[in-house]
């Protein structure tokens, strides 16, 4: 709603749309409207006071963080919005330390203050809280709470009083009475931190005991881009208040592309270079890949040095190809409006390059260079997908390497032990709007399901066994005898085999069919259909026939020796353990803590991380589908969790049994298809 009312104040567009109506500039896509949220970076375009601003407006849920650290990447400036009403996020410390990472200053605003029941003060206090005291409001609301439309600005020393109606326009006059000395007293603060920037402005204002106007606006650019100053500013965007004085504070001493004239970037042997913004040789960085209807692929980029136009052969470093580059757009929402060249600190669009992904860098042939790419987090939440119709594989197949080009964040993988499709997003909603798209785009029906849990099987003793199988059927018959001895090997050995027959009961020829046997039965699991792992198998006798023993008589046997000895050496289910790092608020740790355990989890330690506490813990991945949704609503939505496979370890008995029931009931319902 921010950016449709600045686009509203520059007369960009005649009418504010709404979230609820779905006719807003920036979220335009299906899923945005039918969600309600954003989920995509959506380019827009303005101008103000003389000046271009391309804005990117970024998703605010976390599932689809990896738009917003695309649009930081290429971004001069971070404009990070709190909701007066909700206070913090999780969400605003993580735009926050990256905007941080990628060197960005920052400025603050505080929406939705029309809202009934806020505490403005609260909101600005708990942000000094989290990003320090260089945190200073230039605005502060009059009267906050429904009918609100005044604001005070501190560096004019005026009350702001906006016209009812969305437009944006406004009256001023100077403070007067308590609201004078109230700006008077921000005034002398502000000066102070802004003379902090600089040695010789403070000696100065010591001196005089205050600084001009003039003198302050001459340092407020430098103070924010050393981020001396955090500005915070107080706007209702849905009724359009206070926001034409924050733009008017971003087109004076906001950042340009001037404040990063030289980016730093690898060069062809990966020694370190920068690209200055005035040098001739185009470089351009992909942030972001989507794919629009009826549009095909767009790359959506940013031009740091030199300038692009349509008919250039940009060469492609990262992937060594050359790509030529069509026609060129700026976006403004769905808006695409083609234009012949973009120079450097511009961005914009191109349709359907070749072999370019996000996070690629194009360049001239003449000047080879990378510019760093986005780390993006890994995925938390995982889920099986179950195609609906049979012959969709090469569809959904297509379809999932589209959507992980497009969004690094997601990632998709085929486990051949569970025979199961694995997505892997950052959210529930995240793999829902997954599903949604391959509808949409690809016309493949799926469903998630839980994803089956990779048990293992294995033995606690030894066995013996020995197996004789027969055959005799009209001519040629079959006959081989095994005998073989099973104990357990050191977790995680695997499947150990080894031969140690004497003498000539049993030519060596068929030890490679035995072990074939035997590796048949450990893929396919013998007390309850899983992977057997961690057992040595010992062929150490047998008995052949000079005619009748064959390759397959002996792999038979194998394998029957193989369970047979396997049932009597006490079977055991194994399942694969996490270790899982849980990042929250201190006051929650008192119900994570309790979560943890009644998900059979095991406390390694805690950690103090700033204003959180970072829990490290072992937990099943039984127990781990949708925990980054039930972390979220433990913590409000302010904790996080990163999962990473540990070890094997025992199934508890009673969890044992459930699975090897279900293991007999499955086969007997085979067994009755069968026949």
Known sequence: MLCEAMLACSGRIGRMGSIAAGSTVSDYHPSEKAHQISVHATLLNTEWMGRKFNIIDTPGCADFISEGLGALR??????VVIHAAHGLGYGTDAVWEYASEFGLPKMIVVNALDKPNLDFESVVNSAREHFGKKVFPLTLPVNPGPGFNQVLDVMRSEVVTYKPGTTGAYEEKPAEGALLSRVQELHRQLVESVAESDDKLLEHYFEEGSLSEEELRSYLHKAIQEQVLIPLFAVSAETNVGVARMMDLIAKYGSSPLDRAEVPAKGADGEDLTVPLDKPEPVV?????????GFGELSMFRVYSGRIKSGDELYNPARQVSERISQIYLLDGQERTPVPWLGAGDIGAVVKLRDTRTGDTLCSPRFQVELSKVVYPRPNIHGSLKLKSKGDEDKLAAGLATLHAEDPTFLYRVDDEIHQTIVSGQGEIHLQIIVERLMRRFGVAVELEEPRIPYRETIRTKADSKYRHKKQTGGAGQFAEVCMRL??????????FIQSLVGTNVDRVFVPSVEKGVKTACTEGVYAG???VDVKAEFYDGKMHPVDSKDIAFQIAGYFAFKEGFMNAQPR??????????????EYMGDIMGDISSRRGKILGVDND???QVVKALMPQKELYHYSSIVRSITSGRGRHAEEFSHYEEVPPDLEKKLVDEAHARREAAHANHH
């Open 74 to 79: 290429v971004g001069d400036f971070a404009v």
């Open 285 to 293: 960085y992909v942030f972001k890949t989507m794919n629009e209807q």
């Open 610 to 612: 700033g204003r959180f």
């Open 530 to 532: 899983y992977r057997v």
């Open 573 to 586: 289910l194994l399942e694969p353990i996490y270790t899982v790092t849980i990042t929250v608020p201190e």
């Open 487 to 496: 104990e357990p090997a050191a977790r995680d050995s695997g499947l150990q």
